[in-house]
């Protein structure tokens, strides 16, 4: 990489060349360039955002999830809005500044009540609120931002169009896109994100994903790899790879700067070390799991997903030793987005005013 590359300036054809490349040493280089750009845009914290599975039930059937509707033999569930609120309250025992609250795309929660829970978390736990709920109507992202949630989570999962269209009967591209629009224009945070490794998916296509996470310029990048989900249609396919995941989050880091990206479950699912790996070549957030541990194992949206019989405290030790271990810290501020367009936010963020 030339040195306009490595300030971020990649074209296509660079991107799928550090893509192909199986060369160590390049490799090797590419995660240097990533970890230091890491180090000077976002620090050496490391943000915990506690993550609460709040419903399994889901409308839609993407084909790679253990969640899509047709999964007739996945147990479902619904946390009641008491047991949600009660384990936000514990992210907040935990000292965590971020609840994130996410489901599968489950309209039985309506968006006045929704309202009504963002507003008391806000109010009475004074944390950060991320949504990762899917795709719903602009009045309704509007009315849940005027309610106080800050963030929302909707990865684009793939851009390429044919097999977006293939890995998801009901759901269209364009929409996904409108929404992440509608997001932004409302204010929120936004986040992206991708799989790696989908059946299908070439390295043109991961170029493009990353392309899109820059010209988006999101505030947050979810990657991680593909995992076939033995009730689904893909249940014969391959796990996407460790070193694909992990370059591409490099690279992610490398154009989109000042991103949050976070270590996600399923790189840490896929390879014992793959969390710390991630941390190291550009990652600087983990997803902590809180959600009940009677709850977790049916929130399964691919298997063999980690931290499934351990609960938050454990989860939590397990996270302080890692952070430790790879010689970085945990952040005490919300980890608000450090996009020239959220500055306000960055300012009470520093002085940890909620
Ligand atoms: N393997 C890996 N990740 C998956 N997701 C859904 N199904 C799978 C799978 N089989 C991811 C999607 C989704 C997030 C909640 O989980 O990226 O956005
Ligand atoms: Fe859950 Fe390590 S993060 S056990």
Known sequence: MNPSEEEGTLSKRKIIELLKTKNKEEVYRLYQIADKTRKKYMGDEIHLRGIIEFSNYCRRDCLYCGLRRSNARLHRYRMTFSEIFQTALKTQTLNFKTVVLQSGEDPAYRVEDLCLLIKKIKKELHLAITLCIGERPRQEYEVMKEAGADRFLLKHETSDYP???????????EDRLKCLSWLKELGYQVGSGNMVGLPGQSVESLAEDILLFKKLDVDMVGIGPFIPHYDTPLRNTKTGSLDAVLK??????????????????AVGTIDPLGRQKALQCGANVIMPNITPQKYRRDYQIYPDKICIFEDAEDCHSCIQGMVKSLGRTIASSFGHSLKKRFKNLEEKDEKNIP
Not at 248 to 265: D, E, F, G, Q, S
């Open 248 to 265: 591409i989050i490099a690279i992610a880091r490398i154009v989109t700067k000042n991103a949050h990206i976070p270590a996600t479950t």
């Open 163 to 173: 097999l977006y269209k293939r890995l998801h009967p009901d759901l269209f591209y």
